[in-house]
């Protein structure tokens, strides 16, 4: 067990781009998750990919109806692409059917994400647009009769039905940036870190705390979160050295070794202890596998060997 004072460390996976031959298969995975005692799942959101990406609202609804106890969370939902009264009843909805295991987590979008080419949707301004929907969602959530006059979103009198179970359904930010560390301070309940190093994650988090402070307002301790990926295995394999070729949005001095947690179980638990000591409690662990029986294979053994040592 990582000795981590009074944290509570919850450890969660997920996962990006889809990685199994079929639905059946992707139940399955997330029925072991389940059984396993798996703390939460998180699926990515990628709207226009040639790639397969699953669509994180339903991938949630799908969750919500096949288990009875994991949390689940999309990392991150694009927030400036969506429309605030739609995202704001599909959240409420699934809520109320799971009673109240989702885990909604918002970003803005880089703005190379190939939605906004796609689609011809301008990336100036999406940072604003994002604090009115996320401003809205709250709203939706809680208040019986919502009315907003913003710069892209007027509501007069508008309400849904069922509201979620939470009384506060968590609202996750996601980024690194400068806004992404106001937007979480001013409106969210929580922030999940990726492609950010432990020594990258510890300035992010200090400064939300040092802003939370300015605005009046908490985050609990257990809701500054990391994702990063992992994998049983060595780094001479081809899909650990094609981690340090991709072209990833990271900054400047990024090193995917010390990012991703390659090796046997103790490098993998060393990584979660230095996201842990780096202030994240909640750890989204991403397998790094191809095809279905690597990547049971692979959360099997974060189930068994990784997770009795990490999770509090």
């Not at 909805?93 to 190379?112: E, H, M, V």
């Not at 492609?195 to 939370?212: D, F, G, N, Y």
């Not at 490098?267 to 202890?273: A, P, S």
Request: glycine content about 10%.
């Amino acid at each position: 067990m990582l000795s981590v004072g009074s944290m509570v460390v919850r450890v969660g996976t997920g996962i990006g781009a889809l990685p199994f031959s079929s639905g059946k298969a992707f139940f399955r995975w997330v029925d072991a998750l389940e059984e396993g005692g798996v703390d939460s799942v998180w699926q990515t959101d990628r709207l226009v990919s040639h790639r397969p990406f699953l669509e994180s609202m339903s991938t949630m609804a799908a969750i919500a109806g096949a288990t009875d106890r994991i949390k689940f969370g999309m990392n991150a939902v694009v927030a400036s692409t969506r429309d605030p009264l739609v995202l704001a009843k599909q959240c409420a909805t699934i809520d109320y059917l799971s009673d109240g295991r989702l885990l909604p987590c918002f970003g803005i979008g880089d703005r190379r994400a190939p939605e906004f080419a796609a689609t011809s949707r301008a990336t100036k301004g999406r940072g604003r647009r994002a604090d009115e929907l996320l401003t809205l969602l709250r709203l939706l959530w809680s208040e019986e009769d919502v009315s907003f006059e913003g710069e892209f979103f007027q509501y007069s009198g508008c309400t849904i039905s069922p509201r979620p179970v939470q009384k506060t359904l968590p609202l996750w930010i996601g980024g690194h940036s400068k806004a992404a560390i106001s937007r979480t301070a001013r409106l969210g309940t929580g922030w999940l870190g990726g492609l950010r190093t432990p020594a990258m994650v510890e300035p992010i988090i200090a400064s939300i705390k040092a802003e939370l402070v300015q605005h009046g307002r908490t985050i609990a301790e257990d809701h500054y979160g990391a994702s990063f990926g992992y994998r049983f295995g060595s780094w001479d394999e081809p899909l650990a050295q094609a981690l340090s070729k991709a072209r990833l949005p990271v900054p400047e001095g990024f090193d995917p070794r010390d990012y991703y947690a390659i090796g046997g179980a103790a490098e993998i638990i060393e990584r979660c202890r230095q996201f842990v000591a780096a202030g994240a409690e909640k750890l989204v662990l991403i397998p790094i596998a191809a095809g279905d029986d690597e990547l049971f294979d692979q959360s099997r053994r974060l189930i068994e060997e990784v997770i009795p040592a990490v999770q509090t």
